[in-house]
């Protein structure tokens, strides 16, 4: 059964920087076409893609908010760190991260998420 | 604005059929996949490729897509698949991934 699960702060005060975990079981980030990736939702708002970490260690951003973001993973521990600097009170939002499989080029899901951790930023 | 384009609600009756779709220029090379997401909770794959559902998603739910457009089919709409549904494709560069602004499917 694979699982995710995002830890981090639920508050964090504007120009800070946030470090969110996503810890995962089931699968193994060093298998062909397994990646992770985070994806955000503000209050009442739509699905954003921030960025994903691959196999081979090649990351991807959002380009909006590429200067902020930073992807890592540790393999050995089954764990993908993303890190966002300079936050501001429009970064409220639930953060989920999600296995993303690449079946082919043309073929990608997102299959299964975690539960998402809400994050406030504010003074 | 996103690279995706769904319409923001529709409404469908019970036991009806809805059709949910998502317009973008990436949907010519590459497929959608479909999320479920229901209040308070995280969203769930329904559709991927080329019509696949996932393990215990309803066979009611079908994917199909032409041009620069994919849909999602709900066929015999259940009280339970009241939702907000997202699509979620590559973006035009081919590096990027993009979500659809949502459809709320509200089932009368």
């Known amino acids: 059964q694979v699982t995710l699960r995002e830890s981090g702060p639920a508050l964090v005060k504007p120009t800070q920087t946030l470090t969110l975990t996503c810890t995962f079981s089931g699968f193994s980030l060093s298998t062909s076409g397994m990646c992770v990736s985070w994806i955000r939702q503000p209050p009442g708002k739509a699905l954003e893609w921030l960025a994903l970490i691959d196999w081979d260690d090649d990351k991807f951003y959002n380009t909006s908010l590429k200067t902020r973001l930073t992807i890592s993973k540790d393999t050995s521990e089954n764990r993908v760190v993303l890190t966002m600097t300079n936050v501001d009170p429009v970064d409220t939002a639930t953060y989920y991260c999600?296995?993303?499989?690449?079946?082919?080029?043309?073929?990608?899901?997102?299959?299964?998420w975690g539960q998402g951790t809400l994050v406030t930023v504010s003074s | 604005s996103s690279e995706l384009t769904q319409d923001p609600a529709v409404s469908v009756g019970l036991g009806q059929t809805v059709r949910i779709t998502c317009q973008g220029d990436?949907?010519?090379?590459?497929?959608a996949s479909w999320y479920q997401q229901k209040p308070g909770q995280a969203p769930v794959l329904v559709i991927y490729g080329n019509n696949h559902r996932p393990s215990g998603i309803p066979d009611r739910f079908s994917g199909s897509s032409s041009g620069n457009t994919a849909s999602l089919t709900i066929t015999g709409t259940q009280a339970e698949d009241e939702a907000d549904y997202y699509c979620k494709s590559r973006g035009s560069s081919g590096n990027h991934l993009v979500f659809g602004g949502g459809t709320k499917v509200t089932v009368l």
């Open positions: 990436s949907l010519r090379n590459y497929y």
């Open positions: 999600a296995r993303l499989y690449i079946a082919t080029a043309d073929v990608t899901w997102f299959d299964p």
